[in-house]
């Protein structure tokens, strides 16, 4: 089962906008990362943020974390054409648990 | 390049054929990892190894589907009699897991199979 909700699922707005993407999640996590992936290509890892982070920045990418909520967020500021992708939120329960549980993700269209 | 690879990149195949993919990870990635997406969906768990040892696999996993990574290296996953609804995207990622217990995984391209 999935244990992720991104929200929205699709999104599509202007180059130079900004995009912000929510997570929401079920169950503790040990950390919760985002990836990206272009039509019917492989995921690609974006960023990762401990359960006892708050907030992580990564070149135009924001991420923010709160355990209270069980919710994240993924801001892309001054969007381009090449975000255009899916987006993925992906939680790690840790532990003996190895693998991560993804969300059905949100459609980023980025016009030019 | 030094990234996860997948083989085949597409496999079209008919309804209750075998059908086996291989995956190569990242050369000192300990945990190789198995997922399957189908359209509009994310990636779905479906068993992973440490080393060799296959330590966990999905419900989804039914006994038509079997993975090996025989010496801790690449791994190769098989799925006999094949059903239409086995068709989907295979993904196959690997790891390193920290000292910190966190561990981002890559990601292979994966393989479509197709079954009519």
């Known amino acids: 089962s999935q244990q992720g909700e991104e929200d929205p699922q699709a999104l599509s707005i202007q180059e130079g906008e900004n995009a912000t993407m929510n997570c929401s999640y079920k169950t503790s996590i040990n950390n919760l990362q985002w990836y990206r992936q272009n039509s019917g290509r492989g995921l690609v890892h974006l960023i990762l943020i401990r359960s006892n982070e708050r907030e992580k920045h990564s070149g135009r990418l924001r991420v923010t974390l709160d355990t209270s909520k069980k919710s994240s967020s993924l801001l892309i500021t001054a969007s381009r054409a090449a975000d255009t992708a899916s987006y993925f939120c992906a939680t790690d329960v840790g532990g003996s648990q190895g693998n991560l549980i993804f969300g059905k993700g949100t459609k980023l269209s980025v016009k030019p | 390049d030094t990234g996860v690879s997948q083989d085949p990149r597409h496999k079209i195949t008919k309804r209750g054929q075998n059908v086996t993919f291989r995956c190569d990870p990242i050369s000192e990635h300990n945990r190789l990892y198995w997922y399957r997406q189908t359209l509009g969906q994310g990636p779905e768990f479906l068993t992973y190894?440490?080393?060799?040892?296959?330590?966990?696999k999905s419900r989804l996993l039914s006994d038509r589907f079997s993975a090996e990574r025989p010496k801790g290296s690449f791994s190769t996953l098989e799925i006999q009699r094949t059903e239409q609804g086995d068709s989907a995207m295979y993904l196959c990622a690997s790891s390193s897991l920290r000292l910190a217990g966190d561990s981002e995984q890559f990601f292979g391209p994966g393989t479509r199979l197709t079954v009519l």
């Open positions: 190894f440490q080393n060799e040892a296959q330590l966990e």
